[in-house]
Structure formats: C-alpha cells, structure tokens
C-alpha cells in the first residue's frame, strides 16, 4: 500500500502544481455527500491558498453539463467525485482540468487522479473526498481536512464491504488520528448514536433489519424496559451517548439474544457492532461529530437542491448553514418515510435476477437510489438486487442498489449499469454495489428485461454455469 501511495502523492504534486498556475478555478463536484465533502476538501484548500474560486454541483457530468461548463471558458476546471468517465469529453471540449475521482475511468487524461489507476479499488479503498484530500494534502497543510475525508467516504458506503475503512481510506483515517481530529472505535453500528433517543436507533434500524423491533416504537420502548434501562432522565430523551458503559453492554447483549431467536443469521447479527468514526474537532450530541450522521446531513442538503447549505457545513459554518441543514434533513427523514411507504403499498415486481419498483413522479429522483436501498427490508425476497424507476427531466432515472452478499455470488451494478443503459441510448455507472443511469423514457421495458438477463449473466459467470 505504501508504493501505491507514494505513486498517487507523486502524482497528486502533478495536479497541484498545475493548480498553482492559476489564480482562479472552477469546481465541479456531485451533489451527495462525498461530492459534497470533496468540494468542502478543495474550497477549503484553495481558500487558504489565497486562490479565487466558483462551485457548481451537478447530478451527474454529462454532454450537456460539459458544454455549459466548456462555454463559460473558465481559466482551470477541477472536477471532484466525477469526471473520470468523461475523460475523452473533457479533452474533446479544450477544458483545462484536473479530475479527482474514484469511479471507473473511462478515457484518458492527462491530470487525473483517481484509485483505479494505482491499482486500487474505488469502491472501497478510496473515495472521491478522499482523492481530493490527496490533492489538497499537496497542495498545502491540510491534515483537518482528513475529517472530511472519512465521512464522504463513509457516505459512500466504503466502509461496509469490509466492516471497517481499508486501503487508502485506512491510511487517511490514521493521518486524522494522528493529527487528533479523528477517533475509531468498536461500536453500535445503529444509526444516530450522537441524536436520536435510544429507542428510536432500534426503531429506525434497517441493516440488520430487527423483525419486531423495526418500526415498532412501542415495542422498542419495552425491549428497553425489560432490560432496565431507563431511556429519559430529567424529562429528555437519552441517546446513546449519554449511557453508561455497562449500560450499552446490556443493550448490545440483548440484541444479539433477541436476533439469535428471531433466526438472524449470525453474520448479519455481527454486523450490529463495527467500526465507527468520530470527529474530535465537533461538538457531542451533533451530526457532524459521528461521521456516518454527518454524511446524512449533507446529503439532505444536496437532493433538495441547497447544495450551497452542505458546502457551508463543510467549511465550518455552524450557525445559518447548520441550523437550514437540520430543517432539510427533517424534511428528507420524512420524505423517506412516504417514499417507502409508497414501495410497500405498491409492491415490487420480480424478475428472475432483480426486482424493480417503477416510483414515476411519486418519489423525487435524487432520492429513489436512497428509497431503493431501504427497500430491502420490506421486499420478501432480500436475494436480489433492486432497481428503482423514476421521472427526471428528459428521461427516466434508474438507480440499483445490491447487497454485499450479491457481490461476493458476482453481481457488479456498475458494470451492469454502465453497459446496458449505453444499449438503449442512455448513460451510467457507479459502484459494484449501488450504481445509477439516466436511460429516454421509452426504454424502460427494454432496459429491465436486458438488465436482468445482463445480471444473470454475472451469476453465472462466477459459479462457472454460464
């Protein structure tokens, strides 16, 4: 790992000194959260780098975006968390750019960082705040940022394949811990640990799903009495932060009773204790001081439009920007609520490798991939991927979303995505595990019946029957 590293600071010092020629730049990031920490990694870079600077967050880098951007001819481009599938298109335009990215390349270009290209893996062993951190790092002392860092990589979900952060992401965590800005520990992997009251993290749990418990308030509020835990004191709620050690012992024991007689399996059992990261530099019993709650903030910031909000959150501001962030992650719990109501009463239709629901305009698109991947706990069959259908302006916006299990029976959405939405005259791609494409509003039929024969395909190709 270290000569990769020393390969990608090397090329990393590249990219910063074509950065230093230029006194303005453009950023060009993607509006979730690690697109959003990426482009807080750079501002803040450039900011103490005395450089002038202008931001555009966009859903996905396609022609149409890379002609705006070609025609505002802006003196030097940096693109974070996408890019590295337009390589060839970028060029094509004349656009001068550094692109710092973690997804598949496509192309080539010259000032491009990006794991793939060091023999590192992008979906889980560096993200795309975590390349721009590389850049950042390069350009100047910026060892705080490697905050930022873990949390889009976090929001990336990186770090589930292996249940704790690996790789590079792993060498950026032990930078921040050194620098005192980052703690990792053994933990609760439920949800909400700095903000929610104890009940509501097992309420609100879905990987591992808790049958009984799930969604169930009452019956969350007597699995904690039964076990004598008081879950309010001096009339507020206690969350997880405010227990005592033993306290959190006998909730974690409980659980892993309840699930052994619920016929949990034990490796998803396992998974209600992991590796959780905190950011020491943040107030306790805020989003921003655990990095898994963090990323949700901002990524309710950046599906309703207000990516401007998230970046503010990012580059410090804890007032005006903290407390909007807050109204809109409100706003998105409960839009999530409807949205998987909205699956549950209309069900999924099954095909032989995937399941789909088709949401129209019910549900909003930047939002479908989220509903798509919380699905899993009310479809029956939990074996196949789902894909998710939504309007979007001009076309049909699909999202998927697998499991780890179908990663390791060979299923790789990025691929399966990227291929067959080119088949029928869209675009696409992502991770193996969660992968979105924009496909014309005609093609939906088409798109489903080749997608699942294309994941088929994958099946067999890993048990050898293809």
Same mark, same amino acid.
């Given at each position: ?12 010092? $590249? ?64 693109? !974070? ?22 997804? *598949? ?64 992401? +792993? ?37 591992? @799903? ?28 206690? $969350? ?26 034990? @490796? +998803?059992?396992? $998974? ?23 990323? !949700? ?36 719990? *409960? ?20 399941? @789909? ?102 099946? $067999? ?6």
């Amino acid at each position: 790992m270290t000569e990769t590293m020393e390969a990608f600071r090397k090329e990393a010092d $590249r990219c910063a000194e074509e950065i230093r020629k230029h006194r303005s730049v453009h950023i060009v990031s993607h509006i979730d959260a690690d697109g959003l920490t990426s482009a807080g990694i750079i501002c803040t870079a450039l900011e103490r780098g005395n450089f002038e600077y202008t931001t555009r967050f966009v859903k996905q880098l396609d022609e149409k975006a890379l002609d705006t951007i070609a025609d505002e001819n802006h003196e030097f481009v940096v693109f !974070t968390d996408l890019g590295s599938g337009m390589c060839e298109q970028i060029k094509a335009r004349g656009i001068s750019a550094v692109v710092s990215d973690h997804h *598949q390349p496509q192309g080539t270009l010259d000032l491009h960082l990006n794991p793939h290209l060091f023999g590192a893996n992008g979906s889980y062993e560096l993200s795309g705040s975590g390349t721009t951190y590389l850049l950042a790092s390069a350009l100047g002392k910026n060892r705080d940022l490697s905050s930022l860092a873990i949390v889009g990589a976090v929001g990336d979900m990186q770090h589930l394949k292996m249940g704790q952060l690996v790789g590079i992401n +792993r060498l950026i965590l032990e930078e921040g811990v050194q620098g005192g800005h980052l703690e990792f520990k053994k933990d609760l992997t439920l949800f909400g640990k700095q903000t929610r009251p104890i009940y509501k993290l097992l309420q609100y749990s879905s990987d591992p @799903y808790l049958p009984g418990l799930t969604g169930n308030e009452e019956a969350c509020i007597e699995f904690l009495h039964a076990l004598n835990i008081r879950y309010s004191q001096d009339e507020r709620w206690r $969350r997880w932060i405010d227990l005592e050690v033993s306290e959190k012992q006998k909730i974690v024991s409980g659980l892993f009773q309840y699930c052994l007689k619920s016929g949990i399996p034990s @490796y +998803r059992i396992e $998974r209600l204790i992991g590796e959780v990261y905190v950011l020491l530099n943040e107030r306790e019993g805020t989003e921003m001081r655990d990095a898994s709650e963090f990323s !949700t903030l901002l990524n309710a910031t950046a599906r309703y439009d207000h990516a401007d909000i998230g970046l503010a959150v990012c580059m410090g501001d804890r007032e005006n920007a903290y407390e909007d962030a807050k109204k809109l992650l409100a706003e998105h719990r *409960q839009n999530l609520v409807n949205g998987l109501m909205y699956v549950k009463e209309n069900g999924v239709t099954q095909l032989e490798n995937m399941q @789909y629901f088709d949401a129209g305009s019910q549900i909003k698109e930047t939002i479908v991939g989220i509903i798509a991947g919380m699905s899993s706990t009310i479809v029956e069959n939990r074996n196949l991927p789902i894909i998710a259908f939504a309007n979007t302006e001009g076309g049909i916006k699909v999202s998927a979303r697998g499991t780890q299990d179908l990663i390791r029976r060979g299923v790789n959405l990025s691929e399966a995505m990227s291929t067959v939405s080119a088949e029928v005259g869209g675009a696409g791609g992502g991770h193996d595990i969660a992968a979105g494409a924009t496909i014309p509003v005609n093609m939906k039929e088409e798109f489903a019946r080749k997608l699942d024969h294309f994941i088929g395909e994958q099946l $067999r190709r890993k048990t050898g029957t293809g």
